[in-house]
């Protein structure tokens, strides 16, 4: 398991922008699975975007065309850019870790809050 600890967050009108960052501990963060998860009051966990060891990216279809996942395997980092952000994308966004080939997500930071206004 790596530790993780994501910044970034915060308050943003609709329409708005903001970057994520999720900075892993350790020297094998090359070798992990990575993604952003969000969760609203009242809802489930959900995953928005994940980027493999390998930097096949994967998108919900709530967020396509509007966020960005990507890492720096030099900086152990990985990134969400979201653009044109919206009220529903309120939530704790949740940065997540898995070294193949463990399936599920098994590092987990403590979240940051972004919150868009109307």
């Known amino acids: 398991q790596v530790q993780l600890v994501e910044s970034g967050g915060g308050m943003v009108q609709a329409g708005g922008s903001l970057r994520l960052s999720c900075v892993a501990s350790?020297?094998?963060?090359?070798?992990?699975?990575m993604g952003w998860f969000r969760q609203a009051p009242g809802k489930e966990r959900e995953i928005v975007a994940a980027?493999?060891?390998?930097?096949?990216?994967y998108y919900a279809d709530s967020v396509k065309g509007r966020f960005t996942i990507s890492r720096d395997n030099a900086e152990n980092t990985v990134y969400l850019q979201m653009n044109s952000l919206k009220p529903e994308d309120t939530a704790i966004y949740y940065c997540?870790?898995?070294?193949?080939?463990?399936?599920?997500?098994?590092?987990w930071g403590q979240g940051t809050q972004v919150t868009v206004s109307s």
């Open positions: 350790g020297r094998t963060f090359s070798s992990y699975d």
């Open positions: 997540a870790a898995r070294r193949p080939p463990t399936y599920e997500y098994d590092s």
């Open positions: 980027i493999r060891w390998i930097g096949n990216t």
